[in-house]
T-cell receptor, first 110, second 113 residues
Framework: EDQVTQSPEALRLQEGESSSLNCSYT??????LFWYRQDPGKGPEFLFT???AGEEKEKERLKATLTKKESFLHITAPKPEDSATYLC???????????FGKGTTLSVSS | DVKVTQSSRYLVKRTGEKVFLECVQD?????MFWYRQDPGLGLRLIYF???????EKGDIPEGYSVSREKKERFSLILESASTNQTSMYLC????????????FGPGTRLLVL
């Protein structure tokens, strides 16, 4: 069974304190690795798609990277408005549906 | 910009009622999906559709049905609502290939009393 596992479950940072979120995934048959941001009571908002090992994408203070068995979401100098739940998901050759991890809830305090 | 809309943000229903949740997308996407999201369980796929009038069961289809009569619209039906169907329901859509990004609607928070 294809799996996506995120760690840590929760992360508390001070404003400006950089860190990384981890997403490990079943390697075989990966078609795409996706990162979403979700604010409380809202739908997930798309951030990045990664397709192959070595790929990196950036948006403001966020950078997503993909290795052969993990993806990382690096947050540089976070601000309180970066507080949210970050979801990692993957699609595989067997189907089109996203398989989600359980998310990392990030809290950034000023 | 991709737009996925859901018919209601909040719904309160009684046990045994038939409940309709509607989702509309404006990007001519082939695929549409219904998920539910519960604390500690994450997002779980209920049903998806890859074409008009086509549907596939996801991980937790029991107690639900779906309808896709037009490409842009995908409905989730709770045949007889139960308290364990209290949840956040999320609709998503994407183009046909599994490498394509899924875009989500704002969600419907359903409370079944």
């Amino acid at each position: 069974e294809d799996q996506v596992t995120q760690s840590p479950e929760a992360l508390r940072l001070q404003e400006g304190e950089s860190s990384s979120l981890n997403c490990s995934y079943t390697v075989s048959g990966l078609r795409g690795l996706f990162w979403y941001r979700q604010d409380p009571g809202k739908g997930p908002e798309f951030l990045f798609t990664l397709y192959s090992a070595g790929e990196e994408k950036e948006k403001e203070r966020l950078k997503a990277t993909l290795t052969k068995k993990e993806s990382f979401l690096h947050i540089t100098a976070p601000k309180p408005e970066d507080s949210a739940t970050y979801l990692c998901a993957a699609t595989y050759q067997a189907g089109t549906a996203l398989i989600f991890g359980k998310g990392t809830t990030l809290s950034v305090s000023s | 910009d991709v737009k996925v809309t859901q018919s209601s943000r909040y719904l309160v229903k009684r046990t045994g009622e038939k409940v309709f949740l509607e989702c509309v997308q404006d990007m001519d996407h082939e695929n549409m999906f219904w998920y539910r999201q519960d604390p500690g369980l994450g997002l779980r796929l209920i049903y998806f559709s890859y074409d008009v009038k086509m549907k596939e069961k996801g991980d937790i289809p029991e107690g639900y049905s779906v309808s896709r009569e037009k490409k842009e619209r995908f409905s989730l039906i709770l045949e007889s609502a139960s308290t364990n169907q209290t949840s956040m329901y999320l609709c998503a859509s994407s183009f046909g290939d599994s490498q394509e990004t899924q875009y989500f609607g704002p969600g419907t928070r359903l409370l079944v009393l």
